[in-house]
């Protein structure tokens, strides 16, 4: 168990519809990382905070947006859904901006 | 541009023999590399990290190896275990202006450890 928390675990929705993520990060950890993993492919970076604050973009598409809440917790939002958003979303966490991130045990959207 | 790089996506080997997981990189400006260590249905977990002023870095049954020159690091698992049988990912960082580090991460490799 690494201390992260995502809810909820599974979540099927149809397309064009709108979807929030929660992630609770470690206790003490200030900074919350997205990653987007799909079939068969690596985890793609989406977007980080830091206490708050945006810190770090990837590959986060238009439709999708997060934010960090003053207690830590962040949810990610992805709206005007695809099928192609179908994928498996982990939250990730770290003391600072450092490098070893804890990860959350993800949450699997499926889009029909 | 993929700049980790883990070309093999899987990788068999026998209980007790060695694994080597290799993984290669673009970016010179990569300073710090990690191993994740992924079972299905769960979230990556962190397994052995190298600072680029090392070339090997040992944890346990766990060995990393940095080779600079050649923009290559390898996992090395001592003996290998069938609870070892997961998706081993490399990743990657660069310190950046603040001191903000972003993971570059590769696509993973399968590796199954038979009994």
């Known amino acids: 168990d690494s201390g992260v928390t995502q809810t909820p675990k599974h979540l099927i929705t149809a397309t064009g519809q709108r979807v929030t993520l929660r992630c609770s990060p470690r206790?003490?950890?200030?900074?919350v990382y997205w990653y987007q993993q799909s079939l068969d492919q690596g985890l793609q970076f989406l977007i980080q905070?830091?206490?708050?604050?945006?810190?770090a973009k990837g590959n986060i598409l238009e439709r999708f947006s997060a934010q960090q809440f003053p207690d830590l917790h962040s949810e990610l939002n992805l709206s005007s859904l695809e099928l192609g958003d179908s994928a498996l979303y982990f939250c990730?966490?770290?003391?600072?901006?450092?490098?070893?991130?804890?990860f959350g045990p993800g949450t699997r959207l499926t889009v029909t | 541009d993929q700049q980790v790089k883990q070309n093999s996506p899987s990788l068999s080997v026998q209980e007790g023999r060695i694994s080597i997981l290799n993984c290669d990189y673009t970016n010179s400006m990569f300073d710090y590399f990690l191993w994740y260590k992924k079972y299905p249905a769960e979230g990556p977990t962190f397994l052995i990290s190298i600072s680029s002023i090392k070339d090997k870095n040992e944890d346990g049954r766990f060995t990393v190896f940095l080779n600079k020159s050649a923009k290559h690091l390898s996992l090395h698992i001592v003996p290998s275990q069938p609870g070892d049988s997961a998706v081993y990912f490399c990743?990657?960082?660069?310190?950046?202006?603040?001191?903000?580090?972003?993971?570059?991460w590769g696509l993973g490799t399968s590796l199954a450890v038979n009994p």
């Open positions: 990743a990657a960082s660069a310190g950046y202006a603040g001191n903000n580090r972003k993971l570059i």
């Open positions: 905070y830091y206490n708050g604050e945006e810190r």
């Open positions: 206790s003490g950890d200030l900074s």
């Open positions: 990730a966490s770290s003391k600072g901006l450092q490098n070893e991130q804890y």
